[in-house]
Nanobody
Framework: QVQLVESGGGLVQPGGSLRLSCAAS????????MGWYRQAPGKQRELVAD???????DYTNSVKGRFTISRDNAKNTVYLQMNNIKPEDTAVYYC???????????????WGQGTQVTVSS
């Protein structure tokens, strides 16, 4: 009953900027954490960045200093601000969330449908 809706992907030039958004909707009691993964063709899916409900963040080394993850808890939305984008950032980006859907229930894991980010001149 939880849906993650992503937006903001597209074509961007090297050195440019892009902001991805992911909004969670449905039956939600609380959200433990939200984050972004990415997967290039023929490659394994990797964590890009995540953020807990308390604001703690984690980034993969290749994006540190260039990407910033943030969230609006009131809107159940997570953002990924991508600056100084490089060609190697090209991938499908997936939103991920750890969500408790009902009181007295355990945490469940959800994925968005993915949004394509293509970096090209």
């Amino acid at each position: 009953q939880v849906q993650l809706v992503e937006s903001g992907g597209g074509l961007v030039q090297p050195g440019g900027s892009l902001r991805l958004s992911c909004a969670a909707s449905g039956t939600i009691y609380s959200i433990e954490a939200m984050g972004w993964y990415r997967q290039a063709p023929g490659k394994q899916r990797e964590l890009v960045a995540d953020i807990t409900s308390g604001g703690s963040t984690d980034y993969t080394n290749s994006v540190k200093g260039r990407f910033t993850i943030s969230r609006d808890n009131a809107k159940n939305t997570v953002y990924l601000q991508m600056n100084n984008i490089k060609p190697e950032d090209t991938a499908v980006y997936y939103c991920h969330a750890q969500i408790m859907t009902r009181r007295f229930r355990g945490v469940e894991y959800y994925w968005g449908q993915g949004t394509q980010v293509t970096v090209s001149s």
